[in-house]
């Protein structure tokens, strides 16, 4: 593969993406979510799970832990979360992810298998207790062989968190953090339920770094409630001067039919779609004015940055947790509604705590849905992953990996992928598709040609809109 098509300066034609702005999927996987099946249970996944501990080539493991719980309720969340202030069901939840953990390593046989990386998401991670964090963390180094060099992340609430809670994180082996800010702003603040002083995460960024945590990254939303062009700027001023490593700027889908927690929001505030185009272009040209790369959807990094060097390296991977620098691990998922992947499978777990509890206490894993990849779903994988990531596909290295005729197995796509040419988004060569500086915003769109499930099912409005 070449690398010139990532390192192209970006192009934003608000136009174009006004234009083209549509309803699309986010391709944490393919094939989507929304594609997963009941009939695919703990069975499938136990057989897969053996598979993996029979494989003595097999690869890395990613593990990932949701904590749902939460102090208080953000109006614009639409994550699976629990809002409590009570510390005793987290103390039970433990109980049962370590028993899930313990369960899927026995399945995958008694040698402790290497990990490379790890998150913990949510919710509200660090709603647990210091002691409720030793023991989650004392039973996956117990079962898992955790390497000394991994990447080891969690997502943080600086409303609720102390110095010492970061010495401790430090401690039990985390090395990057991601704060969530959404905006500095205080009417935006109020409007969406999440009051957040510049002075508390400044606090946390700066406890991160005297503890040694190797990269920070922060969180923001554009389209929320009370949000002005002038007043996401001087959010973005303070976020610059904060210099974290990382920064993702996330388009707020509004769907309040989905997300009942986004009823409490008054519609009415929310900016008209030429403002929130504005914002975002905005935000676009003070990132990279500041020099941070655009890596992709929604994420920008410091070019020393892992995420701007495995992309440069052509190793970056795209999972449901987004952009990672580990393309070849199984992710293990454990806790309500996470989602993993083994091999050619994707599996998830019941996303209601009541249901969750109940399969383990009858020693069952938790499987509420999943699916095995065909050979079609994991080529159309692997292309959507390259244009996602590389911003092009090098079509004679897919034909040798896949054993097949690009031009003719993709031509209906092709035809397709004209039509994206002439709109601007994309440069097709009978070796290379190469998705243009002023298509990047729209990497969605083109990924959306390859995606079977789309052309044989509409259902686009069940998705956000791409931009």
Not at 1 to 28: F, H, K, S, W
Not at 238 to 251: C, E, F, G, M, Q
Not at 341 to 367: C, H, M, W
Request: include cysteine; glycine fraction near 6%.
């Amino acid at each position: 593969m070449g690398d010139t098509a990532a390192l192209q300066p970006l192009e934003v034609d608000l136009e174009l993406i006004r234009r083209l702005d549509r309803n699309g999927p986010r391709y944490t996987s393919y094939p989507t979510a929304d594609r997963f099946s009941k009939e695919f249970g703990p069975s499938n996944y136990i057989a897969w799970l053996k598979k993996r501990g029979a494989d003595a080539k097999r690869s890395p493991l990613s593990l990932y832990f949701h904590i749902p719980f939460c102090n208080t309720l953000c109006f614009y969340c639409g994550c699976n979360k629990v809002i409590t202030k009570d510390f005793s069901k987290s103390e039970k939840y433990i109980q049962y992810v370590i028993k899930e953990m313990e369960m899927q390593a026995a399945i995958m046989g008694g040698e402790r298998q290497r990990v490379e990386q790890l998150h913990w998401g949510g919710g509200t991670p660090t709603f647990l207790t210091h002691e409720q964090m030793r023991a989650l963390m004392g039973a996956t180094r117990r079962l898992f062989d955790l390497v000394d060099d991994g990447e080891y992340s969690i997502e943080i609430d600086p409303r609720k968190v102390s110095d010492e809670t970061i010495e401790l994180l430090a401690e039990l082996g985390f090395n990057r953090i991601s704060i969530g800010v959404q905006d500095f702003d205080s009417e935006v603040q109020k409007a969406v339920n999440r009051i957040q002083s510049e002075e508390e995460t400044l606090r946390v960024i700066n406890a991160a770094r005297t503890n040694g945590f190797q990269s920070v990254s922060i969180d923001l939303i554009y389209g929320l409630p009370k949000q002005t062009v002038e007043g996401f700027k001087r959010t973005l001023e303070k976020v610059i001067a904060a210099d974290p490593d990382r920064l993702s700027i996330y388009n707020y889908a509004h769907l309040p039919t989905v997300f009942m927690p986004q009823r409490r929001i008054n519609e009415a505030d929310l900016p008209i779609a030429q403002v929130k185009l504005e914002i975002l272009g905005l935000a676009v040209q003070t990132m990279t004015d500041a020099g941070y790369l655009y890596i992709g959807m929604d994420h920008f990094a410091k070019p020393s940055d892992e995420l701007a060097v495995a992309q440069r390296e052509h190793r970056l991977h795209r999972n449901f947790q987004g952009y990672s620098t580990h393309s070849d691990c199984d992710l293990l998922a454990l806790g309500v509604s996470s989602i993993g992947q083994i091999g050619a499978t994707y599996s998830q777990n019941f996303r209601e705590l009541d249901d969750y509890y109940a399969a383990l206490d009858r020693d069952e894993l938790p499987v509420m849905r999943g699916m095995e990849l065909s050979r079609d779903d994991e080529l159309r994988r692997a292309i959507i992953q390259y244009l996602m990531c590389h911003f092009e596909l090098d079509k004679a290295a897919l034909e040798r990996e896949w054993d097949i005729r690009f031009d003719e197995y993709f031509a209906v796509e092709l035809g397709e992928l004209a039509q994206r040419v002439t709109e601007g988004l994309l440069e097709l060569t009978p070796e290379f598709i190469r998705v243009t500086p002023r298509g990047r915003m729209l990497i969605r769109n083109i990924c959306m040609v390859f995606d079977h499930y789309l052309r044989t099912r509409e259902q686009h409005a069940r998705y956000s809109k791409v931009i």
